[in-house]
């Protein structure tokens, strides 16, 4: 059984505590337009043209994005920062893409990280069958979990996908007991009406517990469109990137309700 990989981030100090080793899975059911990884979406490896620039000259080589491991290589990949994790509280985030959609490898994975006691997170779109997320959750210390929209139809309209599988699965995580954080695209134009993010403070205010007690707030940015010319994606829906006051305004609103909150990652 191998996992397909499009990106091994070290060092990474954004995707959970301490230093961590964040693997990116390529395969992902959805097809959010604010996507800043749209190359994982495509679950198969993929062939693009690089170029590379020597002074004025250009040199364009066929790449591929995506390589195969099994889950002893992923396994001994990580291992090589082990000693950072342990002095710096930190562990392996897995992300994508939607690891949850190469389940069967990710199960096998986790519990060999848990066998090494390497703290790991996964962070997840949520959008996968219950009985996947009832398997995997056992396995993981921390769930990064995006909450895109709490509309159903605005939901589908943009990612693709009904949003009632990952609010069911969202509430599930938190009541049993999972340590859940709770991560926002900010995206001006989708969810950022004063309305709307009141709504979405009381349904999070409602599910606040000691195990569900942080927000991270990601601002959009424009980073990812050079890539959807690239590897190919299609079109490109690029949207403002949000002010540093609003994101101010949304952080601030959850604070009130006893959040903990960070902008970013
Ligand atoms: S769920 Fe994440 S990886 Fe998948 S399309 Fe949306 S933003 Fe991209």
Redesign the pocket.
Known sequence: MKALIFDIKRFAIHDGPGIRTTLFFKG?????P?????E??NADPQKYNHVDKIGKKEFMSEKTIGTYYTSEQLLNEILKDKIFYIESGGGITC????PLFQYSFLNKFLKECRSEDIHTAL???G?AEMEIMMKIAPLVDLFLF?I?HLDNARHKRF??VSNDIILRNFKWLVSTGYNVTARI?VIPGINTEKKYINRLDKYLSDLLCDNFKEIHLLPYHEIGCSKYDKFNIGLIQSFEEPQAELLEEYSLVFKKSGFKTKIGG
């Open positions: 992902c059911p959805l097809i959010c604010w996507c800043h990884n749209p994982s979406r992300s994508g893409g939607e962070d997840t779109s959008y995006d895109k990612a693709g695209p």
